[in-house]
């Protein structure tokens, strides 16, 4: 199996940044398998929503709402990826987790989320 550990959530002023951070351990076969990577965010009393993915060959899908703000990357090496979020605004608090997906396993990890909220 694989497991996903978040870290860098936390409590910031609008207009401050944020760095989360996803580390994926486990079976070293499933690891090898995992292609794309990202974060999704829910906020109390919506849906889960995309933030940013990534591929193992670094192409990128960022959500609007954050485009421009956000930026995702990737250490292959360290099957991590990370999500620097800047100009922090209150309607990004949310409890952010982290995915990634092995299609040909047709296998899709989550991580345990990592809540961050924005002071207006």
């Known amino acids: 199996q694989v497991q996903l550990v978040e870290s860098g959530g936390g409590l910031v002023q609008a207009g401050g940044s944020l760095r989360l951070s996803c580390a994926a351990s486990?079976?070293?076969?499933?690891?090898?398998?995992?292609?794309?990577m990202g974060w999704y965010r829910q906020a109390p009393g919506k849906q889960r929503e995309l933030v940013a993915r990534i591929t193992s060959g670094g192409s990128t899908n960022i959500a609007d709402s954050v485009k421009g703000r956000f930026t995702i990357s990737r250490d292959n090496a360290k099957s991590s990826v990370y999500l620097q979020m800047n100009s922090l605004k209150p309607e990004d608090t949310a409890v952010y987790y982290c995915n990634a997906g092995a299609q040909s396993l047709f296998e899709n990890y989550w991580g345990q989320g990592t809540q961050v909220t924005v002071s207006s």
């Open positions: 486990g079976n070293i076969f499933m690891l090898n398998k995992i292609d794309t």
